[in-house]
């Protein structure tokens, strides 16, 4: 294609996406630029709602389902307000690729008429409106992950016999469990950005400070749940792709190892690369909604229809040994360990990031647990394997998918369209590699049972998901804080803590810049002012029930800390 029709093809994309906005729910007066007005959440959102709307969007997925399971709310309102609210969300920020309403509208009059003769739910999930990242297939709904090429084709593909008829596996559970799919949201190109930005729709912006990004690569899921244009949906992580949209959001979201959620028939970038494997995670406002849809989806037994899913239930045993650690701790016995990492050798935080930690220390001396300084292996490995192993294709998968349409590559993106593809013994090399830092980081954290005084390693690590609150645009320039997490492929989850506050935010007069490689002194007080600032919680291999576990418990107590220092 030529540079000018690129450019007409995504503009028309664009352009469809506004039109399938019912016209009732358009906004006829043009939004303050963020200049005038950052934040577009809270009164700002809910100016254009119903009373009624406003209660069901801002109830979490959990009560959500407790209405609509038992014909207190229908199925078709608690849809129809979910589709108001993100259709508002998309004109805010630009948040959405996909806009099926009408589809989702039927399913859930569907859902009603189920529950009216039989008088009782479809499923666990019944009625509860689901947005997805634009990774997933859904019939009759086009799936472009950012790239102008994929428009009308079956990614990338003309006339493939499963363009508007495949459905990802996570799809298809989704739906037996009686969720209303509604929406799918946006993504940078290629996926491996911190920040979400294409050229379909061009930049999502933070709806809490419309200065700032959304973070990437699930950064559309990331700001429609922040506007409450959704209760809850599913991302993907390879280097920190829904940590990051979730902490830059306020939000709460968990990447889960490998082989937990099923992956199977969802798009991806670098598709076939196993060395690290991408995995999908839900992102939520509440910690409990992470718990109730990844235990929803458990159910459906996915070992039996991924081949890469591992057959491992829901463990409830293990959901009640860490309840009773926590009870023990609240008596007065030291029964958890954590540790906690400020910085990790190659990028100083932020003011806000430093105060967020302050916080959560604060939160666990507060409540009688151990905590460990973190000295682990050093990251600089697990950074450099990250990015051998993106690039070990030289580029070769953007290029081409970017080539479908001839649009160029956006410079953020952390892959080399121009690189030199690896042969397969230096791949089997790193691969070796990979596994003896992931020794190393083991044997480091099993020797922390020497230290914790609770005759255990830590139960789990505390430290930043970013050097950054939800950054500003072009400047995310390290993926080391949650990408060594990849590398290992633990269980991790970001938990937001505070906002950022250019009265209390500030870098002293008499510290030293830092002169790192990955990251510059670029802190500006008065642009971060009012970002979202979260933290990440790290646990061991397979360690979902747990940490899940652990970020209820944390989500009060942490949250309690906050106020009382406000």
């Known amino acids: 294609m030529t540079g000018t029709s690129w450019k007409l093809k995504g503009e028309a994309k664009r352009q469809s996406i506004l039109n399938a906005i019912p016209e009732k729910w358009r906004l006829e007066s043009p939004v303050p630029p963020a200049t005038e007005l950052r934040d577009v959440t809270g009164d700002y959102i809910r100016q254009y709602l ?4 406003i209660t069901i969007t801002e109830t979490d997925a959990v009560d959500i389902v407790a209405q609509t399971s038992t014909g207190r709310w229908s199925a078709l309102e608690v849809t129809e307000a979910f589709c108001h609210r993100a259709a508002l969300a998309h004109q805010l920020v630009n948040c959405l690729h996909e806009v099926f309403f009408e589809a989702a509208i039927q399913d859930a009059k569907q859902q009603d008429e189920y529950f009216a003769k039989h008088k009782t739910p479809i499923g666990p999930l019944h009625g509860l409106p689901v947005s997805l990242k634009d990774q997933f297939h859904a019939k009759g709904v086009e799936t472009t992950m950012g790239y102008v090429g994929w428009i009308n084709t079956f990614q990338g593909r003309q006339n493939d016999p499963r363009s508007g008829t495949e459905e990802s596996e996570l799809v298809r559970a989704l739906r037996n469990l009686g969720a209303v799919l509604y929406c799918k949201t946006s993504v940078p190109a290629t996926l491996m950005v911190g920040e979400t930005m294409n050229n379909i729709i061009g930049y999502t912006w933070n709806p809490k400070n419309r200065l700032l990004s959304s973070g990437g690569s699930s950064g559309g899921e990331g700001a429609l749940i922040a506007l409450r244009g959704s209760p809850a949906g599913f991302g993907t992580d390879i280097g920190g792709s829904v940590r990051i949209p979730a902490g830059f959001n306020s939000l709460y979201g968990i990447r889960p190892s490998a082989g937990r959620i099923p992956y199977q028939g969802a798009a991806n970038s ?30 459906q037994e996915p070992w039996l229809h991924d081949p890469l899913a591992l057959e491992l239930p829901w463990r409830d045993e293990v959901v009640r040994e860490t309840r009773a650690l926590i009870a023990k701790g609240r008596a007065g016995s030291p029964t958890l360990a954590f540790g906690i990492m400020k910085y990790d050798g190659m990028a100083l935080v932020h003011p806000p990031i430093a105060r ?9 001396r507060r409540l009688g647990h151990r905590v460990v300084e973190w000295t682990p292996p050093s990251h600089s490995i697990a950074n450099e394997l990250l ?19 001839g649009e160029p590559q956006a410079p953020e993106i952390v892959c080399n369209e121009n690189g030199i593809q690896m042969t397969a013994s230096e791949i089997a090399a790193l691969n070796v590699a990979k596994r003896e830092y ?8 099993h020797s922390t049972a020497e230290v914790t005084g609770t005759g255990r390693p830590v139960d789990a690590l505390f430290c930043p ?15 080391g804080y949650t990408g060594f997490v990849n590398v290992l492929d633990y269980t991790s989850l970001a938990i937001p803590v505070t906002f950022a506050d250019k009265n209390i935010d500030v870098r002293s007069a008499n510290e030293s810049v830092d002169d790192s490689e990955h990251i510059q002194w670029d802190y500006d007080a008065e642009a971060y002012d009012g970002a979202p600032v979260g933290v990440q919680l790290v646990g061991r291999r397979l360690q979902e029930e747990k940490m899940l576990t652990l970020a209820e418990y944390f989500e009060e107590e942490i949250a309690r800390d906050t106020k009382e220092r406000a």
Do not use: C
């Open 50 to 53: 119903t009373e009624h709307e």
């Open 270 to 299: 670098l598709d076939g690369q196993g060395s690290i494997l991408s995995v999908i995670g839900p992102i939520a406002p509440s910690a409990r909604s992470l718990t109730f849809l990844f235990k929803a989806v458990l159910s």
């Open 356 to 364: 967020g930690l302050r916080i959560v220390e604060k939160t666990l």
């Open 387 to 405: 990015g051998k192993i993106f690039n070990m294709d030289g580029g070769a998968d953007v290029k081409y998918h970017l080539g479908l349409s």
């Open 438 to 445: 992931q020794k190393q980081y083991m044997d480091y954290w």
């Open 465 to 479: 998901l970013a050097p950054h609150a939800a950054v500003i645009p072009g400047e995310f320039k390290s993926v």
